[in-house]
């Protein structure tokens, strides 16, 4: 009998099987696992310190600095990332170089003030001015830490002040 109950076109599926279909089977290979050129593999990490930043930043800078991590600012590098349309790839601020992360972090010279300063604050407490601190992914004692914080929140409060991210 075609259109049965039991099988055939048009039957009725178990549940059992409808839930069997949507789960992922044993045997499939693994989805491979990617990450990008632009975020060390350390800011990726999945254990703990991720977080961090969010228990620690103020309000205003938490977006800023989870759009750095995730490569979602407004930048012409994430934006090419994203494949959305990149008006002029040339940096905003000084019409010089390629917009990227490390463009605007570590030698836009519109923002060398602001980065001398969070460079030498950083170095007060043995630290470097890298992009893991500006991720917020910084390990050391407690005072290294909320001193960290506090130096990458004043640099990206100072970026975004210059530059819509």
Do not use: W
Not at 13 to 34: G, N, Q
Not at 38 to 49: C, E, K, Q, S, T
Not at 114 to 132: G, I, N, T, Y
């Amino acid at each position: 009998m075609v259109g049965g109950p039991g099988g055939g076109r048009g039957g009725r599926v178990s549940a059992r099987r409808a839930e069997s279909d949507c789960l992922p089977r044993a045997d499939s290979p693994p989805a491979p696992k990617t990450s990008t050129t632009i975020v060390p593999r350390a800011i990726l990490n999945p254990i703990g310190a991720c977080s961090e930043y969010l228990k620690m930043d103020d309000v205003d800078v938490a977006p800023i600095r989870a759009r750095f991590r995730l490569c979602a600012t407004r930048l012409a590098e994430h934006q090419e990332l994203r494949h959305l349309p990149v008006l002029s790839p040339l940096c905003r601020l000084c019409t010089l170089e390629y917009e990227s992360v490390a463009h605007v972090v570590f030698s836009c010279s519109e923002l060398t003030v602001a980065r001398s300063a969070a460079r030498d604050a950083a170095r007060a407490v043995a630290l470097d001015l890298d992009l893991s601190l500006i991720a917020g992914v910084v390990s050391g004692t407690d005072h290294q830490t909320r001193t960290a914080f506090s130096i990458s929140s004043a640099f990206l409060l100072a970026i975004r002040k210059r530059i819509r991210l």
